[in-house]
């Protein structure tokens, strides 16, 4: 509700204006797609183990709402084709069956931008521009770019071989919950926020040193074009998405006035491989979401970001019983104005207090003297302002005059 979802509204209007300069197309993926999709998210994540709400339609077909969006991206892609490079932008709840706590909630919007079609480091460097582009606009001061490369799916298979022989040989000294995550998947233990797992995870092998030529090139390439941007990032070699479709660059936006375990308000990387996964060409892709919800709240924790003004500029207010409060409310709300009314049934006295409480900046009155005289009385509601009588056909200049003061 307002103005919660004024402030929401606001945020997407925002990305879409970043997102359009920067040359993406805007999609409306759906809300739901058949199971199959999501499962290519990695079945051994907590998004598609424990957090789908999946169900069976009337024709029989398994279900689940969009735990996000890039999957039916690039099933859409699969089955369009759009010309390549594609690149779009979206916005829209998702739903995640999580333990709800502060900044993280069972449906949740998002806004988020993908390419599918180019391996080009620079559009790594470009998508995290348009991110940190938006976080300043919203007025997001201290938000930390937190950047990371998983490597081809080569690399990464020798290092989660490495990886899994480290943690256990050290798994006495491992939480029971990162013993069992790492029978699933080791490099979900490097992100393991418990602290008594902390000293384990610190003396892990890093992905870096297992990353190939053309991987390594490629990061240092995503390095450099921020650089170049002046976008200041964080290397962090533990940094480990919950998803599974990533390789390459890898990267995600901490807020830190934000409980760490919910302080991501944006994170994203590269997808090579997810296109063809679900029948399309073997195309690469990369990209991003943002938490709205939890972007406000890091707004709120640094006083950023206040609600847009909503409020009537012009309250209408008519006595006669006649239809002149909706003639005025329309032409001035033609003329681009924000505009209400009070029930013209009820007495001055109920009408003018419903405009003081409105905000408006100004009342508009007609009455039976007006009436009479073919005129509009114009009220200041604030400051020191006299009222005046003009006649009807001047009240749009007089109250535009009035507002610009
Ligand atoms: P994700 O990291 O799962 O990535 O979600 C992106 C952002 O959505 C998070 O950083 C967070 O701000 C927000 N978010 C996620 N789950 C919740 C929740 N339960 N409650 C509130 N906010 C939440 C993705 O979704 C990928 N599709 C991003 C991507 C696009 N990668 C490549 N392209």
Partial sequence: MPPVTDRMRAMVEIFADEATKAGFGHVAPPMFEEVGVFVRLGEATDVVKKELYSFEDKGGRMISLRPEQTASLCRMFAQRRPVTPWKAWYSGANFRYEQSQKGRFRQFDQVGAEVIGSSDPDLDTELIALAARFYARIGLTRTQLLLNSLGDPADRAVYTDALRSYLSANASGLSEQARETMQRNPLRVLDSKRESDQEVVGGAPRLAEFLSVEATAAFERVQRGLRALEIPFVIESRLVRGLDYYNRTTFEFAAPGLEAAQNAVGGGGRYDGLVADLGGPDEPGVGFALGVDRTLLACDAEGAFEAPVTAPQIWVIATTGGIEAVELA?????????????????????????????????AVIVGPDETAQGAVSIKPLRGQGEQITVPDHASLRTVQEYLQK
């Fill in 330 to 362: 329309d032409r001035f709300r033609l003329a681009g104005l924000r505009a209400d009314r009070s029930d013209s049934s009820r007495s001055m006295k109920a009408q003018m207090k419903a405009a003081n409480k409105s905000g408006a900046e100004v």
